[in-house]
Structures are given as structure tokens and as C-alpha cells.
């Protein structure tokens, strides 16, 4: 049965497309649709509406409209006198960019920090470390497009996101804009800049700590006090690595060799703000030490490195110590390679520590060495030089040295045995014997000697802040002073016995380039001297203080004072060689070698027995040569006199300007000095050269 038509529907039949459209249209569809397009448009009369007229009834509504309905006055209610208001508290971190400060990393670099509250307490840091690292500053290129700094701001904007987790801000967002107008200016420059307006959000705090197995150790409570994160501090990575490293060298130096320390792990909690830091540590057992043991015994024995060793059986082990001794062995120049490793013969037992032999492995270095030079010096005149030696001659660490000097001014043979580490460590053990000619400004000698010495040293490796040396001598020598005036002056034989003793003090950081502290250093040597059947005993001594200040990063002011000595002998008791005299570049620049000095009534020079010496100098950083280069300007005093007590009386005076060129040894030295009151026969210029500082 067919459905019929809804009450809404029509019941006549709808026009098809055919009816609608007729035949012209479809023939010539552009005339047909411009028909009636010219006929003239009829206005519509409109009249004005009256807004109070009634609206008609609408068709089909048969609800009356309600001209006569009133609406009762809304009263406004009170405010109650008891009513009280709740605190609005905004979460989150509060903003101000319209008031963001600034800091201008690099031209068209800038960031922004709106966050008002917290505040973000390590911003100078972390805009300096920023600034370290930016892309953005490195590549800088005026020629730079949008799209090249685009990429690079990209580069910038997860360098900082990564900071801000470093710092332990985890929630931090990093705003980049790149636009041609600056902060605070008001026309926009050529090139773009890019800001970056950081917001670090809430700084998360450390919530549980789990260091593993630590505190089973012996020293568990002082070793956990070496690891400064407790429940509640800040997060912050560079913080649990450097207390990881201080953790690790209070293990090491606690007896712990072969504790273990896993990688640090951070769990983050966003909802509370916090983090769980874990970082595994087993300190598996602690231990004292046992012996030395060398596996090349017949080179180095065990015994002899035991003596090197700063360490004793049963001292409880140190990685430092363990440290020392591979850097004492290498610095005795006998090994090319050397691995020092501790090794458990006894495990810890309860409260009773284990024991560690250190096991040395060592690979001999060629011991033998020929060695040679040649120069010229204004103080010295030509001189070649050729040395052999073998430095493991007489076992352990026993140096044999074969050298010649051929020279202007002096010519020498001499052999050397020196046994270095002698029964403990940096104690030196020395004979030398040699035959010498001389012929310098001062006097001419031909000397035969033999010497012994035994010091404690302080050296390049290891800087004592006290050293010593005791030694004798036995001399036997024909000298007389120069002929400089055409006189002539005999010569004299002295046979000389004597002993000596040095201390020094020093308080430096450097032997080579000392830029802060002092050194006082004393020297005395009894001295018996034979010459023309008469015996002579006098005493030579001399005390020698410098000092160093550093004023800023560029300047080092250093001064020296020596003052020296010889009682209880006349002048011609005492041999030339041994008499006083002041000049040279460890002395009085700007006068050659032993220059200065008492002469005769001939105009011969002839030593002194008193000296006094007074240098200073600036040493000033340049910058140049990635700062190696330093200019210094310096002026020396020194004055010699035959009596024995110092004196002012010819004092000679020298200036000049030393270049400094810094090496990983010690700094290179040129100095060029002038005499200020020379005698005729001084030099107008003297030139100096060496490794180390003048004092």
C-alpha cells in the first residue's frame, strides 16, 4: 500500500528539468540568460516602520504575544558583614615579559628571562656558559641569511633547553624569535636578531639518594660525608659529577683500590617536582699496602723502588701515593714506560683490612746518551761542549758522565758519578773530578779537583718546600788575576781543603717562573787554604732572599737581595777563584762575567770579600703568541769590596728589558742589559740568554 504524502507535502506534481528549461536555452544559452537584463528596474516604495506598531500574528502560532506582561525589579542582595573571601594562589611561575632583563650574548644574540617568580638564581652562569657554547656566536657572519641563523637559533634553542636540565629545571621552556629590532632600541637594524626568552619553571630538589652498598664500608659514615647531596638540595648534574669525583678520591684514598662507582641515574618525578638519584657504589673491602714488587729486578730492583715509594708495609693504601710512585719512577729517566697496579694477596677479614702488593712493570729507556753544543756569549766567547753518559751504570740509578769543554775562556775534563735516589728518595749522592784552565775577566787559574756532595733536592717534579746539601772538596790550583793594563800579574799555587753546607727555604709555586712567595737560601763553607808555606783558614757565606707578587693576571714583581762574606783571611790567603765578584745575568746585568769587582793600583782587577747585590724587575704578560710572550724591564745594583763587610762605596749600576717566551718547561730568556756607570773596559751592551727567570 503506497504511503501517503505528509500534511507539509504537496500534492501536486513537481515540474521536471525539461519543463524548467526551454529549447532556446539550451540552443544559445549566453542570449538566453541575458533576456530581461535591459528592462528597466522598478524601485520598491518603502515606507518607514513604526517601532511601537504590533507585530502580526504569526502564521500557525496561536500563543497571544505579551504586550501587557511586567517584569518585577530584580532586587540587589546585600553583602553579608561575616563573609569572607578565599586567597587566589597562582601555580606556576609568574612572567613579565614586557620587563624581561636582557643580557646581549653577541651582536644580534640576546636572551630574555621573563620568569619573575622563582626566581632563576644562576643566570650569570648560565648566560656565561651559554655564551661558551652558542652556535650562533661562533659562526657569526654578518653575510649570514634568515634561513642560515634560523638553523643555527634551532642549534641554540636545544643547547639551552639541555642547560636548563643540567641546572635541574625540567619543566623549562625556551621562547625563540628572530626579528631586526633590539631591546630597549627604536629602529630596527640591518641585521636580524635572534632572542631567546627563557623560563626555566620550578628548579627540582633531590628526593631519595641510593649510593648502593656504601655505607657497609668501615668508613661508611665519613665516606658519605665526601658525597655533599643530601635529600632536599637542588638537582643539578655538574654538582653529582664532581661529587661523584670526590666520592671516588675519598674511596681511593681511604684504602678502598678497587671500589666501583656505576654511572649516575636520575628518575624524574614532573607531578612533585623532585628526583630519585642512584648511583651504585661497592667499595669491595679496604686494604693496606704491602710491597713493592718489580718485574725487572735485576734493572730495578723491588727494594730500590720500595725506597722511592712514599709509602711503608701496612700504611693504609692510597691511590695518591700509588700515583707518586709511577711519576717518581718515570722522573728517574731510566724507563720509556711504566704501569704501577695494586694487586690483593690477603682479603679483608671482618674488621681486619686486606693487603696489596703494587706490582711495577717497567720497559727500559736507552740509557746511554752523547750529547753536544756550540755557541757563542758575550760573557763567554766561543765554547763546544761534548758529554757521554750512561745513567744505569752502577746499579740502581748510579750515572757515570764523561765531559770536555773547549772555549774561549775555559777548557775542562771531568768524569761524574752521581747515584740519584740514594737510600731514599731525591737524595743525591755526587763525586766529580776535573781538570780545568780558565781565562776570564777577572783571573786566569788552572785548577785540579775532586768533589763530593749529598743533598736532598727539590726539582721540576717534585717542589720542596725545604732542601738542603752537604759536601767537600779538595783543590789544588796555580791562579793570579788579569792582566788587563799590560802589567803584568804573577801567579800563585794554593792547595784548598774545605767543606760546605746550603739550606733553602722556598715557599713558591714554580722553581722555573715563580709568581708568588719567597725563597731564603744560605750557604757556608769552611775553608782551609795552603799557599807560599802559609796557611790560611777563613769562612765564605752568603745569604740570598727573593721575592715574588703578582699584581692582577699581567704583572709579576719579583726583587732579589744577596749579601756575601769571607772572614778570617787576608785577600791574597784567599785564591782568585774563590774571592767575590758581581756582573752577569744572574748578577748585575748589563756587565759581563765576574766584571765587577775591586781593582789594583795597576787597574788589575782583583775580588773582593764582601758583596752586596740588589734586582728588580717587572715581568708583564703581553697577550701575544696566546699569551707566551712577556716583556720585562729590570735594573740590578751590585757592589764588591776587599773588606769583609759589605759596603756602597763603588756600587755599579745596569738596566735593561728581557723578553720571556713561556714553554712547557719553564719560560725561554733574552735579556738585553746596558751598563748605567760603566768602567772603560765594560761592554756597552750584554746579551743574555737561558732557560728559566734571572731569579
Known amino acids: 500500500m503506497p504511503l501517503a504524502p505528509l500534511a507539509a507535502q504537496s500534492t501536486e506534481s513537481q515540474p521536471s528539468l525539461d519543463d524548467l528549461i526551454p529549447d532556446n536555452a539550451v540552443k544559445d544559452p549566453q542570449a538566453w540568460a541575458k533576456q530581461g537584463t535591459d528592462a528597466p528596474q522598478v524601485p520598491i516604495a518603502q515606507s518607514e516602520i513604526d517601532p511601537t506598531t504590533p507585530l502580526g500574528p504569526l502564521p500557525g502560532t496561536q500563543i497571544a504575544w505579551p504586550d501587557d506582561l511586567t517584569i518585577p525589579r530584580i532586587e540587589q542582595p546585600g553583602q553579608p558583614e561575616d563573609i569572607q573571601y578565599a586567597d587566589l594562589k597562582v601555580s606556576g611561575p609568574q612572567l613579565r615579559y614586557s620587563e624581561a632583563p636582557t643580557d646581549t650574548v653577541a651582536k644580534g644574540l640576546v636572551l630574555g628571562f621573563p620568569q619573575k617568580e622563582p626566581p632563576f638564581s644562576q643566570r650569570d652562569d648560565f648566560v656565561e656558559r651559554f655564551a661558551s657554547l652558542s652556535t650562533i656566536k661562533k659562526l657569526d657572519d654578518k653575510s649570514d641569511n634568515v634561513g642560515q641563523l634560523a638553523a643555527r637559533a634551532r642549534q641554540d634553542e636545544t643547547l639551552l633547553e639541555n642547560l636548563l636540565r643540567v641546572y635541574g629545571y625540567y619543566d623549562g621552556q625556551v621562547l625563540r624569535s628572530i626579528g631586526n629590532l633590539e631591546p630597549g632600541k627604536?629602529?630596527?637594524?640591518?641585521?636580524?636578531?635572534?632572542?631567546?626568552?627563557?623560563?626555566?619553571?620550578?628548579?627540582?630538589?633531590?628526593?631519595?639518594?641510593?649510593?648502593?652498598?656504601?655505607?657497609?664500608?668501615?668508613?661508611?659514615?665519613?665516606?658519605?660525608k665526601s658525597f655533599k647531596i643530601e635529600s632536599g638540595d637542588f638537582v643539578q648534574s655538574d654538582t653529582i659529577v664532581e661529587q661523584q669525583a670526590n666520592l671516588d678520591t675519598?674511596?681511593?684514598?681511604?684504602g678502598y683500590p678497587f671500589a666501583t662507582i656505576d654511572d649516575p641515574q636520575l628518575l624524574i618525578d614532573h607531578a612533585s617536582h623532585e628526583a630519585d638519584l642512584t648511583m651504585l657504589v661497592d667499595p669491595k673491602g679496604k686494604y693496606v699496602f704491602g710491597s713493592v714488587v718489580s718485574n725487572r729486578p735485576n734493572f730495578l730492583s723491588s727494594k730500590h723502588l720500595g725506597k722511592i715509594a712514599r709509602f711503608h708495609p701496612g700504611d693504609t693504601y692510597k691511590r695518591s701515593l700509588e700515583f707518586d710512585l709511577r711519576r717518581a719512577i718515570t722522573a728517574t729517566g731510566l724507563v720509556s714506560s711504566v704501569t704501577v697496579t695494586p694487586k690483593a694477596i690477603k682479603q679483608p677479614e671482618g674488621d681486619q683490612p686486606g693487603v696489596v702488593d703494587v706490582e711495577v712493570r717497567l720497559r727500559?729507556?736507552?740509557?746511554?746518551?752523547?750529547?753536544?753544543?756550540?755557541?757563542?756569549?758575550?760573557?763567554?766567547?766561543?765554547?763546544?761542549?761534548?758529554?757521554?753518559?750512561?745513567?744505569?751504570?752502577?746499579?740502581?740509578e748510579g750515572l757515570l758522565r764523561v765531559r770536555a769543554i773547549a772555549g774561549t775562556q775555559e777548557q775542562l775534563g771531568g768524569v761524574t758519578v752521581q747515584f740519584n735516589n740514594f737510600h731514599a728518595r731525591d737524595q743525591v749522592l755526587t763525586f766529580d773530578a776535573y781538570a780545568q784552565t780558565q781565562d776570564n775577566i777577572a783571573y786566569k787559574s788552572r785548577t785540579v779537583a775532586l768533589t763530593g756532595d749529598f743533598e736532598k733536592q727539590s726539582n721540576l717534579l717534585f717542589q720542596k718546600p725545604f732542601s738542603w746539601a752537604l759536601g767537600a772538596e779538595i783543590i789544588g790550583t796555580d791562579e793570579g788575576n788579569q792582566d788587563l793594563t799590560g802589567v803584568p800579574e804573577p801567579s800563585q799555587r794554593y792547595l784548598i781543603a774545605g767543606i760546605h753546607g746550603r739550606a733553602m727555604i722556598d715557599t713558591t709555586d714554580s722553581l722555573l717562573d715563580p709568581t708568588k712567595g719567597f725563597r731564603v737560601t744560605g750557604f757556608l763553607a769552611p775553608e782551609a787554604s795552603f799557599t807560599q808555606g802559609t796557611q790560611y783558614f777563613y769562612l765564605r757565606n752568603q745569604a740570598d732572599f727573593s721575592y715574588y707578587k703578582s699584581i692582577g693576571d699581567r704583572l709579576v714583581l719579583a726583587g732579589r737581595t744577596r749579601l756575601a762574606t769571607i772572614q778570617g783571611a787576608p785577600l791574597d790567603g784567599i785564591a782568585p777563584s774563590r774571592r767575590l765578584y758581581a756582573g752577569g745575568g744572574a748578577s748585575v746585568r748589563g756587565y759581563g762575567y765576574e766584571?765587577?769587582?775591586?781593582?789594583?793600583?795597576?787597574?788589575?782587577?782583583?775580588?773582593?770579600?764582601?758583596?752586596?747585590?740588589?734586582?728588580?724587575e717587572a715581568r708583564i704578560k703581553t697577550g701575544l703568541f696566546g699569551g707566551k710572550l712577556s716583556f720585562v724591564p729590570f735594573l740590578d745594583a751590585g757592589s764588591v769590596s776587599t773588606a769583609t763587610t759589605p759596603t756602597f762605596n763603588d756600587i755599579k749600576l745596569g738596566a735593561g728589558l728581557g723578553v720571556r717566551y713561556a714553554t712547557g718547561f719553564g719560560p725561554l730568556r733574552v735579556d738585553v742589559g746596558f751598563p748605567l756607570n760603566p768602567d772603560p773596559t765594560d761592554s756597552f751592551v750584554a746579551v743574555y740568554v737561558s732557560l728559566g727567570q734571572a731569579f
Open 186 to 224: 627604536d629602529q630596527a637594524s640591518a641585521q636580524p636578531v635572534v632572542r631567546f626568552d627563557i623560563v626555566p619553571g620550578p628548579h627540582y630538589t633531590y628526593d631519595t639518594i641510593d649510593l648502593g652498598k656504601l655505607m657497609s664500608a668501615p668508613d661508611g659514615p665519613e665516606l658519605r
Open 250 to 254: 675519598a674511596l681511593g684514598e681511604t
Open 364 to 396: 727500559k729507556a736507552k740509557l746511554r746518551t752523547i750529547a753536544g753544543s756550540l755557541g757563542y756569549g758575550t760573557e763567554e766567547g766561543y765554547k763546544a761542549a761534548v758529554s757521554w753518559e750512561n745513567r744505569n751504570f752502577f746499579k740502581p
Open 595 to 616: 766584571a765587577i769587582g775591586p781593582k789594583d793600583v795597576n787597574g788589575n782587577p782583583t775580588g773582593g770579600r764582601s758583596l752586596v747585590e740588589l734586582s728588580g
